[in-house]
């Protein structure tokens, strides 16, 4: 299950809601479909086993405002509408693909809302909550970067990179000062990278997609996999190279 904690802020889809309209989530443990690891579906033929997918889940948020320390009401007036007007347009209409960002606790989810109900006790004091399906099985860590400039005279250089997750994969982008060639050693791996002065490169481990696959050569995948715990990448070249490293930790539920 996920603990929220005491009046814990949350952000979604970039906009922290406890900075911008003094919203909190209550202290309370949200119910999953599944209260540790992964719910996963056995597909059978025959009694035979197929394969196994892994489920999403759907979980709730209950919200409440408070102002300088003290319960505020979900009434009033907020750039023209109602607060609760606004609050509704920022959970139910901030994504055009539906695809949201919510990151609670330290962890990141892909979600979609699906409901929202409001409850007033008084004319201070009222609370409402937002029912979240989520579009992965996973929750995440967020988006890690890590930045390194390699040249003819300081190469190789290694990076250490910590997973703390599931086996995942780095995004990298390559910017070539120096024209030369650029190569990533990973898990006995190696990606090469040929690029002229004032080239970019785009490369995602995940997909094996490549923005130019006329510069790039090796085992994309492999070379860019992190496995749980440390990974040393090694990085070599006879130009100049700024390197980024993009990627998030994979994580069950607990």
């Given amino acids: 299950m996920i603990?929220?904690?005491?009046?814990?802020?949350?952000?979604?889809?970039?906009?922290?809601?406890?900075?911008?309209y003094d919203l909190y989530v209550v202290d309370e443990d949200i119910e999953l479909e599944s209260d540790l690891g992964v719910t996963q579906s056995a597909n059978l033929n025959n009694g035979a086993l197929i394969n196994l997918e892994k489920d999403t889940f759907t979980f709730s948020l209950k919200f409440i405002r408070k102002i300088n320390g003290k319960l505020a009401s979900l009434d009033g007036?907020?750039?023209g509408r109602s607060f609760i007007e606004e609050i509704s347009r920022v959970f139910f209409d901030t994504s055009k693909d539906g695809v949201n960002i919510l990151e609670l606790g330290g962890r990141v989810y892909y979600v979609s809302p699906t409901s929202g109900t409001l409850k007033r006790y008084s004319r201070s004091v009222s609370e409402f909550t937002i029912e979240f399906e989520s579009l992965s099985p996973y929750a995440y860590s967020p988006i890690m970067v890590s930045s390194i400039r390699v040249l003819s005279d300081n190469s190789p250089k290694t990076i250490e990179i910590t997973n703390r997750g599931n086996d995942t994969y780095l995004e990298l982008e390559v910017e070539c000062v120096q024209t030369g060639t650029l190569t990533i050693s990973n898990n006995g791996e190696e990606l090469v990278i040929n690029a002229n002065a004032g080239d970019i490169a785009k490369v995602n481990g995940d997909t094996a997609e490549v923005s130019d696959y006329s510069k790039v050569a090796g085992n994309i995948r492999d070379s860019l996999m992190l496995i749980y715990g440390s990974n040393n990448v090694s990085i070599s070249t006879d130009g100049d190279f700024k390197v980024v490293f993009r990627y998030q930790c994979e994580y069950a539920l607990c």
């Fill in 77 to 79: 007036i907020y750039l």
């Fill in 3 to 20: 603990n929220t904690y005491k009046n814990k802020s949350i952000i979604y889809n970039g906009r922290n809601l406890s900075q911008l």
